[in-house]
Nanobody
C-alpha cells in the first residue's frame, strides 16, 4: 500500500509558476510515478511521468518545456512555469509498478486525492 498526498496547488496568474508536491508513505524508488490532471466533465489526462529508479521522464506535448518532474525516494515534485489558463485542473499523483503504458490510468495502482490548480487570464 502506498499513500499519496498532493500539495502546492492554488490560484496563479497566467505566466506564473507553481510547484506541486506528492509525498508518499513509503520508499518509492521502485515505483513509476506520474502526474495526471482532470477538468470537470473531462477525462483525466496524462501530464508527466518519472520511471522507476528515476531512469527516464516523459511529458505530455501540452506541457513539454514548461513543466519539470523531479523525485527522490519519498517525494515527487512538479515544477510548473509559464502557466496558461488551460492548465487549470485538479492535479493527481499516481504510483505503480510494472507499467507499460505510462499515459494509461489503469496502469497505476495508487492515487492521491488531488490538488486544485487555477490559472487566471
Amino acid at each position: 500500500q502506498v499513500l499519496l498526498t498532493e500539495s502546492g496547488g492554488g490560484l496563479v496568474q497566467a505566466g506564473g509558476s507553481l510547484r506541486l508536491s506528492c509525498t508518499t508513505s513509503r520508499d518509492i524508488f521502485a515505483y513509476t510515478m506520474a502526474w495526471f490532471r482532470q477538468v470537470p466533465g473531462q477525462e483525466r489526462e496524462f501530464v508527466a511521468v518519472s520511471r522507476s529508479r528515476g531512469s527516464s521522464t516523459y511529458y505530455a506535448d501540452s506541457v513539454k518545456g514548461r513543466f519539470t518532474i523531479a523525485r527522490d525516494n519519498a517525494k515527487m515534485d512538479l515544477d510548473m512555469a509559464g502557466l496558461k489558463p488551460e492548465d487549470t485542473a485538479v492535479y493527481y499523483c499516481a504510483a505503480g509498478r510494472g507499467i507499460n503504458s505510462v499515459s494509461q490510468l489503469s496502469e497505476y495502482d495508487y492515487w492521491g486525492q488531488g490538488t486544485q490548480v487555477t490559472v487566471s487570464s
